[in-house]
């Protein structure tokens, strides 16, 4: 149930949320925006909640507090919260190996030159730990820069299939090669991914169970998830 108050019993102020309004507006009659909702909350009690523009241009649906967004890299926290939930279990410690839950690792290599015929890898000089996934310094990417050889043999091997199980793919990203050593740089990648199948290994149940049991029910989340429901789409903003 969402509690409610003014801004000043938790120490906001009403002056300042009310800039809030004009200020979004200008994204949405500038068409940088279909729609929003923006809510302020301090102290578990909601202080603002305003909803602008359309969920759906087309058919002239207005945004609305029940909207239901894709989430889309937010999975990533959620994942991580996950993660942690077992390490305050003590199955794990930051610094441990991957490849002591996933034995692939054992064997990755870092990308130093070359193409397709004349690649040149090194072996790791350290572990991946599960501390270099959290942090996106374990030198795994997504495939998406344009002038990386490393992220070529993502796209090649298809590595962003959707219809792939997430073992799969974990498996396949720890056979090809890594951008750099681990520690040694950040790269946004598919690190958080590697990080949601752990949670798997560790907890002995499927992600989005895991997600709805230990984390969704037990604070209500009742609209996330992996799919929308079809007794849900009426509600489902559209992507522009």
């Given at each position: 149930?969402?509690?409610?108050?003014?801004?000043?019993?938790?120490?906001?102020?009403?002056?300042?949320?009310?800039?809030?309004?004009p200020?979004l507006?200008?994204?949405?009659?500038?068409?940088?925006?279909?729609g929003?909702?923006?809510?302020?909350?301090?102290?578990?009690?909601?202080?603002?909640?305003?909803?602008?523009?359309?969920?759906?241009?087309?058919?002239?649906?207005?945004?609305?507090?029940?909207?239901?967004?894709?989430?889309?890299?937010?999975?990533?926290?959620?994942?991580?919260v996950?993660?942690?939930?077992?390490?305050?279990?003590?199955?794990?410690?930051?610094?441990?190996?991957v490849?002591?839950?996933?034995?692939?690792?054992?064997?990755?290599?870092?990308?130093?030159?070359?193409?397709?015929?004349?690649?040149?890898?090194?072996?790791?000089?350290?572990?991946?730990?599960?501390?270099?996934?959290?942090?996106?310094?374990?030198?795994?990417?997504?495939?998406?820069?344009?002038?990386?050889?490393?992220?070529?043999?993502?796209?090649?091997?298809?590595?962003?299939?959707?219809?792939?199980?997430?073992?799969y793919?974990?498996?396949?990203?720890?056979?090809?090669?890594?951008?750099?050593?681990?520690?040694?740089?950040?790269?946004?990648?598919?690190?958080?991914?590697?990080?949601?199948y752990?949670?798997?290994?560790?907890?002995?149940?499927?992600?989005?169970?895991?997600?709805?049991?230990?984390?969704?029910?037990?604070?209500?989340?009742?609209?996330?998830?992996?799919?929308?429901?079809?007794?849900?789409?009426?509600?489902?903003?559209?992507?522009?």
């Amino acid at each position: 149930m969402a509690v409610f108050a003014k801004p000043e019993e938790v120490g906001l102020s009403s002056e300042r949320l009310g800039r809030i309004r004009p200020w979004l507006r200008g994204y949405l009659e500038t068409g940088k925006l279909p729609g929003a909702t923006t809510l302020v909350a301090r102290h578990g009690k909601i202080v603002y909640c305003e909803s602008e523009g359309f969920r759906d241009l087309e058919a002239s649906k207005p945004m609305a507090s029940d909207t239901i967004l894709r989430f889309y890299s937010m999975t990533k926290p959620i994942t991580s919260v996950a993660l942690m939930m077992l390490y305050e279990e003590g199955l794990f410690q930051l610094d441990d190996p991957v490849s002591e839950f996933i034995p692939e690792f054992k064997n990755t290599r870092v990308y130093i030159s070359g193409d397709t015929h004349d690649m040149v890898c090194e072996p790791l000089k350290t572990s991946i730990t599960l501390h270099h996934l959290l942090t996106h310094t374990s030198g795994i990417p997504y495939g998406w820069s344009p002038n990386s050889f490393v992220d070529s043999c993502y796209r090649a091997n298809n590595i962003m299939n959707w219809d792939s199980t997430i073992s799969y793919m974990v498996k396949q990203i720890s056979e090809l090669p890594h951008k750099f050593q681990p520690g040694t740089a950040w790269n946004y990648g598919l690190s958080i991914d590697v990080c949601g199948y752990l949670v798997e290994v560790l907890s002995g149940m499927p992600l989005d169970e895991f997600f709805q049991a230990r984390i969704f029910d037990p604070l209500k989340m009742d609209d996330s998830g992996f799919f929308c429901p079809e007794e849900k789409h009426s509600r489902l903003a559209e992507v522009y």
